[in-house]
Every structure is written in C-alpha cells, then in structure tokens.
DNA sequence: TTCATTTTTGAAATCATTGCAAATATACAA
DNA sequence: TTGTATATTTGCAATGATTTCAAAAATGAA
C-alpha cells in the first residue's frame, strides 16, 4: 500500500495511459483503498479534492484501468459493481446481511485447481464466497 | 440431468415449494439446461409450453429457488444474471470475446484453499475465470 | 500561436430488475 | 359443494446503475 503519486503515475504511462488529474486520483484512490469502492463512492470522494469531476468520467477512468488490467472490476453484489486495486491473489467474501465485502487470502492460486484450460487464454479469476460474517451470525 | 418431473416435483415439496404449474416448468428448464440461461431466456423458452407467463413470475420464482438453495445465480457476466441448475462443484469461464459460459471441473473443491473463514458461515461460492476461448482465439 | 487530438463533462437514454396492486388459482373448513 | 382465506401470477410502472452522445475543455505537436 505504500506507493507514491510519482509511481502510480508511471504505471499509468507504462500501460500507455495518460496519467491526467482525473485519472491518477482515480488510480491513486482505488489503489489505495481497502474498500472495493464503487463508482459512485469514487466520485463522492474525489468531488472535493479535484474540485470538480463527472460521475461519467469516473465510469470511463474505472472502466479504462479495467481494460488495461490494473485493477479488477467485482460482481460479487449483483446490483452493482466495486472496484478492487489489490493486486495479489485473494479470494472475496460478502455478508448477505451487511454486505461488506472482505478480502480472503489464499493458500495457493486458484486457477491451478481448474481442469481442462488447455487453449484457453485467462484475463482475469475471481473466487466469490457469500454468506454470513461472524459478526452477523452474533447478532442473530 | 435424468431427473423426471416427478422428482423435481419432490424436490420442491421437499424445500417448502408448492410445485406450481409455473414453477415446476422454471425448475425443468433451468435444471436441465446446460446454457446458463437469463431470466428473458428462461421466459422466451417457457411461453410457448406454457400458453402464458409473465417475465415478473419468471425473476419472483428463480429468486425463490436461488433462496431456497435449488439452484444458483451467476454474476460472471457484470451485464446481466444467469442460473444455473447444475448442483456439482464447478467453476465458470465466459470468453471476452462471444460472451460464451462454460462449466469447468475442479481437481478439488475451492473452498478448502481460502484462509480465514473461521466463525464466516459460507452459503454460496463461486469462481470466475474469464479470457479468450480456444474457438476465438483461433479467429483472431 | 494554431490546429488536431485526447479527455472531460452533464444530461438524456438504456435496460435489466423490482415494486405494486389487481386478478387468478389453490387449499381448506363448513 | 360452496365460501373464504391464502398463495401465486400477472402486467405495467418505477427504479437505478451504467452508457451514450455531442459539446466543451485540456493537451500536445508543429
């Protein structure tokens, strides 16, 4: 978690990015969060500090970085989507009662557990577990 | 996927649901399919056997199966949901590029590799892998 | 500076899904 | 069987996250 502005902002340009305000604060804040925020929270964030900013742009930005596969894009919540900047391997866990979404770690990669892969080209895996969060089950 | 109207029939009684007209047909289909199907395409395909139905009756009674564990809903595709009927432990690739969703066999189930879930009650799991498949990557 | 290209912006449009209240079907008691 | 309460289905309107689009602003090259 401890990456500067100048590094972020030479990760944009090595993906062929531009890094404009706009999209390094975008960058820096999902990279940065721990909290697989949504477009909508990106932008509320981000209003103040940038002074100004579209909802549109955000979308664009996110889906940009996406593409480019410097984050990931979660559709763990199926009525909306959240945005993840952590880069290592780790499995998604979301509570069906409060729905905060936490990040799980791994033993070991997932993607070598899946049979008959062979021709195929992977962009991208995601391991989704739902359920109940310990501290829902208490308060049960 | 040899099961008879009959058994399915058991299977909703046995979960708390009545086996309406409607509702059994919804369970046959999603049941037996091997096409991941959207709720539109669930509807389209049912109409016709049916006489009538509604799209609304269609989302209500695949959420009440999705709720009562008879089947499961995948967000692979972040633009629309689909189900699936099939109860054995499998993971999900959708190509990139024709939006195709194929079922993929695991060595072992994917739970068992996630650390940390102590205390977590986990009622659904689901792994996505999502890229190119070999026919695609073939046209290119 | 000037011009072309890229990026941002805001408002309108899209569309899968849900809410809702009326209509219909079903179960059960009398 | 009939009446009545309950469960289910239906169609249409509403919702809301996301996208489209064309204009405005910013940027880079010459």
Not at 8 to 26: C, H, T
Not at 52 to 67: E, I, P, R
Request: aromatic residues 8%; hydrophobic residues 35%; proline residues 2%.
């Amino acid at each position: 978690m401890k990456v500067s502005r100048a590094e972020l902002k030479q990760e944009l340009i090595d993906a062929g990015i531009r890094p404009s305000v706009q999209r390094l604060a975008i960058f820096e804040y999902v990279r940065k969060s721990c909290q697989h925020p949504t477009a909508e929270v990106v932008y509320e964030a981000l209003c103040d500090e940038l002074g100004s900013l579209s909802l549109t742009t955000v979308y664009n930005t996110l889906k940009l970085f996406v593409d480019a596969g410097l984050i990931s894009m979660l559709t763990i919540d199926d009525t909306f989507r959240c945005f993840d900047g952590n880069r290592c391997c780790h499995a998604h866990f979301r509570c069906n009662t409060c729905g905060k979404i936490v990040d799980l770690q791994m033993k070991k990669d997932f993607i070598s557990l899946v049979e008959g892969l062979e021709g195929y080209e992977i962009t991208d895996a995601q391991l989704y577990l739902k359920g109940f969060c310990p501290t829902c089950l208490e308060n049960k």
